[in-house]
């Protein structure tokens, strides 16, 4: 269980933790302030700290992606490849990515993104934004991602996660019974 969506530092990383979430993550108070995820890999320890990562791509970035913050409502210029490996370095444990422009869609993930992103980092990725189904959360794994994050297709009901897992499995993907 992931705790985040506001986690600035100070009380909340250990109000989050105390109050049951094995992870904290984090995206716009760690761009703000890069420490932040050293400070709270020292205390808590890497495993539990998430950078979440909400990329976009546009025409004047095209074939490169930046970092969204503020929940997709603001832009910077940061490369969200080379975000990813400095949180990486600062301690984050985990990566999850999010394609803002797939994000919602149902027209699968960034795969040349999961790709660079995967390649550029040690630690786990987990590929979110885009899935209709379960090619799609398949294509993800084989483009380098550890996991996949998908809802709209569970809260729609075309799928169960038991069938995805199904799916998964019959194309070899190590899956928890």
């Not at 699968?108 to 390649?119: E, F």
């Given at each position: 269980m992931r705790g985040g969506g506001g986690a600035r530092g100070g009380a909340e990383p250990p109000r989050l933790l105390d109050s049951g979430a094995d992870k904290i993550g984090v995206n716009t108070a760690a761009v703000a302030h890069p420490d932040l995820i050293t400070e709270c890999a020292n205390l808590f320890g890497a495993q539990c700290i998430v950078i979440a990562i909400d990329a976009a791509e546009s025409a004047e970035t095209l074939g490169r992606w930046v970092v969204r913050v503020r929940s997709g409502t603001g832009t910077t210029t940061i490369d969200a490849v080379a975000w990813a490996r400095r949180a990486a370095e600062l301690g984050a444990g985990e990566v999850l990515l999010t394609?803002?422009?797939?994000?919602?869609?149902?027209?699968?993930?960034?795969?040349?993104?999961?790709?660079?992103?995967?390649?550029?980092?040690?630690?786990?990725?987990i590929a979110s934004g885009g899935a209709a189904g379960p090619e799609d959360l398949f294509q993800a794994l084989a483009a380098g991602a550890d996991a996949v994050l998908a809802a709209s297709i569970f809260h729609d009901g075309e799928h169960s996660i038991a069938s995805i897992k199904r799916y998964l499995a019959a194309r070899g993907v190590e899956i928890r019974a």
């Open positions: 394609s803002w422009d797939r994000d919602g869609t149902r027209s699968g993930y960034d795969l040349p993104l999961t790709r660079a992103v995967s390649g550029a980092v040690s630690i786990p990725v």
